[in-house]
């Protein structure tokens, strides 16, 4: 009973490790920042479709001092964005 409870833990944690690997999405485009002081923030907008993504852990990866450079992320989306006024909200996992 012990034995299959500990091998299904590790199974499903393989699973979801594997998952997230996979669940990252790859970035390239400009940094800016946007909004008014003091609500602002950074937002990259991909070079293919010029959609727009909030960068939620910008200051990790020191991205405010590579604005207006382009750059490739990898990324995690936390929230979907819902329009232009909201962009989708993304977690970055690594930095180029």
């Known amino acids: 009973m012990k034995k299959s409870l500990f091998l299904g833990c590790v199974s499903l944690a393989l699973f979801v490790g594997c ?3 996979e669940g990252l ?3 390239k485009g400009a940094i800016y920042m946007k909004g008014s002081t003091p609500h602002t ?3 990259l907008e991909n070079e293919a479709n010029q ?3 909030r960068l939620r852990n910008a200051k990790a990866f020191a991205l405010e001092k590579r604005q207006n450079q382009v750059v490739s992320l990898k ?3 936390l929230k979907e964005g819902s329009g232009a006024f909201a962009p989708t909200e993304v977690e970055v996992i690594e930095a180029h």
């Open 41 to 43: 923030y950074l937002v």
């Open 51 to 53: 959609k727009k993504y």
């Open 25 to 27: 999405l790859p970035l």
């Open 19 to 21: 998952v997230n690997q």
């Open 75 to 77: 990324v995690k989306v």
